[in-house]
C-alpha cells in the first residue's frame, strides 16, 4: 500500500447520466481521496442521489468511467459504506438495532452461514462508535431520526469501508443531535473518507474540509473554496440569499 | 369433536391443516413484511393454469401447479424488476392470463373436470395421503431454504437497494423467495383453493404482527395462528355442513378484525 502518499479512493472521469433522454449528470470529473472529508452541495434534484448511486454501481453512468481503489464501482462496494436517506425504509419493519448492524456484514460473511464472532465483535464496537449499544435491543422504529442514522452510520461501519457515502444525514436530525454527528463523522475520518450530500447549504458545517456543488454539472477546486459563480451556477439564484449562514470559512475569496 | 377423528379423510384433512400451516406462517410474513401481497396473489391466481395443464395432461392436478406457478413467479418477478412496465400492471396481466389459460386447458381437456371447484375453493376434506407426502416434501424444502437464507431475506425485505450495495443478489434471492411462494400456494390449494389462497398467506403473519416485534417470533406465532384458524374453520364447517374454504377464511379475517380493534382499544386506552 502506498504509505504516506494519498491515496485515491474514487475517480469519476467524464461521467454522464441520463434518464429518458434527459441529463441528470453531465461531465462530471471528481477524486475523492483517502483522508476526505468532502461535502456536496446543490439543489433538489441537481443530481447527488444520482452519483452516489453511481459511485455505488447502482446505476450505470450513459457515458464516463467510475473506479473504487482500481476496481468497478460494483466491485468496488465492498469498500464503501451507504448510509442512504432518512424514511426510505419501513418503520414498522420487525428487526433491532443489532439486527440491523450486523446486515452490513451480509456482503463479506460467507452464504448460508451464521455470523461469525468476528462479523458479531464488529457490530458491537460499530454500535459502540455511535453511541448507541445501550440501544441494540430496540425496534428500529421506536428511536428518534438522529438514533435511527447512528444506527445506519453503525450499519455501514460494519463493513470496515475505506468510504462512507452519507445521503442527506442532517434531514430529520434536530441540531444538537447534529453537531454530535459531526464530531462523530470527525472521528471517522482518521479511519475512511466520508462523502456527504445536502441540498442544505447550512447543514454543511465548518467539519468538512473540501466542498463541491453539485446541479447537473460539478463545480469543484479540491478545496474548501466555493466561488459566487460556482453557487450562482449551481442554484441558479443570487448567491446572497443562498450564502447567508454560511460560515465565512467556507465562502473564501476566490483568486 | 374425537369421534370425527376415526375418518381416514378428516385425520388427512386435520395432517394437511397442520402442513400447510407451517409453510403458510413461515412465507406469509415474508409476504406481509416486503409489502409483496399483490405479487403473491397473481401467483396464486395464475396457479390455475397449472391446475388446467393438469387436466389437459391426465397427472394429478397439483403436479401440474408446481412448475406451472414457479414459472408465474419467475416471469412476473423478472418482468416488474427488468422492464420499465410498471410492477402492478405487470402483475395484474400474467395474473388474468395463468388464469386464463387454466379454463383453455379445462375446455381443451376430454370429459368434465369434477373436481375443479374445489380447486378454486379449496377441498381440504378430500385430500388423498399421496398429497400429505407432496406437502411434507414442499415444507421440507421450503424450511431448508428459509433456515440457511434468512439472514439474506430478511435484508431484501427490509431495504432491497441497500442489500444491493452491500454486495447481496438482490435479484435472484428475490425470485428465490418468489419460488418459495409458489411452493406455499401449491401447500394451500388443496385447503382453501387458488381464490382464497391470499388470505392464508396474509391474515397469519398480519395479526402476528400486532404482538411481536422480531422477524422469528412473529414466524413462530404466524404459524400456530394459521392452524388455529385452518382447524377451527374445518370444525366449523363440519358443525354448519357448510364449505370448509370459505368458513377458515371467514374465521381468519373475522380474528384478524377483532384483534385490531382490541389492541387499538388498548393503545387509545393507554393516552386517556
Request: aromatic letters at 10%; hydrophobic letters at 50%.
Amino acid at each position: 500500500m502506498q504509505h504516506g502518499s494519498t491515496r485515491t479512493i474514487v475517480k469519476l472521469e467524464d461521467v454522464w447520466v441520463h434518464f429518458d433522454g434527459v441529463s441528470v449528470l453531465e461531465e462530471v470529473n471528481l477524486s475523492i481521496n483517502q483522508h476526505d472529508f468532502l461535502g456536496i452541495i446543490g439543489p433538489n434534484g441537481g443530481g447527488k442521489t444520482t452519483l452516489l448511486k453511481v459511485i455505488l454501481g447502482l446505476l450505470k453512468p450513459s457515458r464516463g468511467k467510475v473506479t473504487v481503489l482500481g476496481h468497478t464501482a460494483e466491485e468496488g462496494r465492498k469498500f464503501v459504506g451507504y448510509v442512504p436517506q432518512y424514511s426510505l425504509f419501513d418503520h414498522e419493519f420487525p428487526v433491532s438495532v443489532w439486527g440491523v448492524v450486523l446486515m452490513g456484514r451480509l456482503g463479506h460473511k460467507k452464504p448460508f452461514r451464521d455470523y461469525s464472532e468476528a462479523d458479531k465483535k464488529l457490530a458491537h464496537d460499530s454500535l459502540e462508535t455511535v453511541e448507541m449499544l445501550d440501544f441494540k435491543d430496540a425496534q428500529i422504529g421506536k428511536l428518534s431520526g438522529g438514533q435511527q442514522q447512528r444506527v445506519f452510520i453503525a450499519r455501514a461501519l460494519v463493513a470496515e469501508p475505506k468510504l462512507l457515502l452519507l445521503d442527506e444525514p442532517m434531514a430529520s436530525v434536530d441540531s444538537p443531535m447534529q453537531t454530535e454527528l459531526y464530531e462523530l463523522f470527525e472521528k471517522l475520518r482518521q479511519r475512511m473518507a466520508i462523502v456527504l450530500v445536502s441540498h442544505d447549504i447550512s447543514a454543511v458545517s465548518i467539519y468538512v474540509d473540501k466542498i463541491a456543488c453539485l446541479n447537473r454539472r460539478l463545480f469543484y477546486h479540491n478545496s474548501k473554496e466555493i466561488t459566487a459563480e460556482d453557487l450562482e451556477a449551481t442554484y441558479q439564484c443570487p448567491v446572497e440569499i443562498i450564502a447567508h449562514g454560511v460560515p465565512h470559512r467556507v465562502l473564501k475569496e476566490h483568486k | 369433536m374425537i369421534e370425527i377423528l376415526q375418518y381416514e379423510f378428516m385425520r388427512n384433512a386435520l395432517i394437511a391443516a397442520l402442513l400447510a400451516s407451517i409453510a403458510c406462517g413461515i412465507i406469509g410474513v415474508y409476504v406481509v413484511v416486503k409489502r409483496i401481497v399483490f405479487i403473491s396473489g397473481g401467483i396464486a391466481h395464475a396457479a390455475f393454469g397449472g391446475i388446467g395443464l393438469g387436466y389437459f395432461l391426465g397427472v394429478n392436478p397439483v403436479l401440474g401447479v408446481i412448475p406451472f406457478s414457479i414459472a408465474a413467479a419467475l416471469s412476473m418477478g423478472v418482468v416488474s424488476k427488468r422492464t420499465k412496465i410498471p410492477e402492478d400492471t405487470a402483475i395484474g396481466i400474467l395474473w388474468v392470463m395463468g388464469m386464463a389459460l387454466g379454463v383453455i386447458f379445462v375446455a381443451l381437456s376430454p370429459g368434465y373436470a369434477p373436481e375443479l371447484f374445489g380447486y378454486l375453493f379449496g377441498s381440504i376434506l378430500t385430500v388423498p395421503t399421496s398429497d400429505i407426502i407432496l406437502m411434507l416434501s414442499l415444507n421440507a424444502a421450503i424450511i431448508a431454504v428459509v433456515f440457511s437464507l434468512h439472514r439474506e431475506f430478511q435484508a431484501i425485505s427490509f431495504d432491497e437497494e441497500y442489500a444491493t450495495t452491500i454486495g447481496l443478489p438482490t435479484e435472484r434471492l428475490y425470485l428465490l423467495l418468489l419460488c418459495l411462494i409458489a411452493l406455499t400456494v401449491v401447500l394451500l390449494i388443496r385447503i382453501v383453493g387458488v381464490i382464497l389462497v391470499i388470505a392464508l398467506l396474509t391474515i397469519p403473519a398480519a395479526m402476528s404482527r400486532q404482538f411481536t416485534h422480531r422477524l422469528s417470533s412473529m414466524m413462530f406465532l404466524s404459524v400456530f395462528l394459521c392452524a388455529v384458524f385452518t382447524i377451527g374453520g374445518l370444525w366449523l364447517s363440519y358443525a354448519f355442513d357448510l364449505p370448509s374454504g370459505a368458513m377458515i377464511v371467514l374465521v381468519s379475517g373475522t380474528a384478524f378484525i377483532l384483534s385490531t380493534v382490541s389492541t387499538g382499544l388498548y393503545a387509545h386506552r393507554r393516552f386517556l
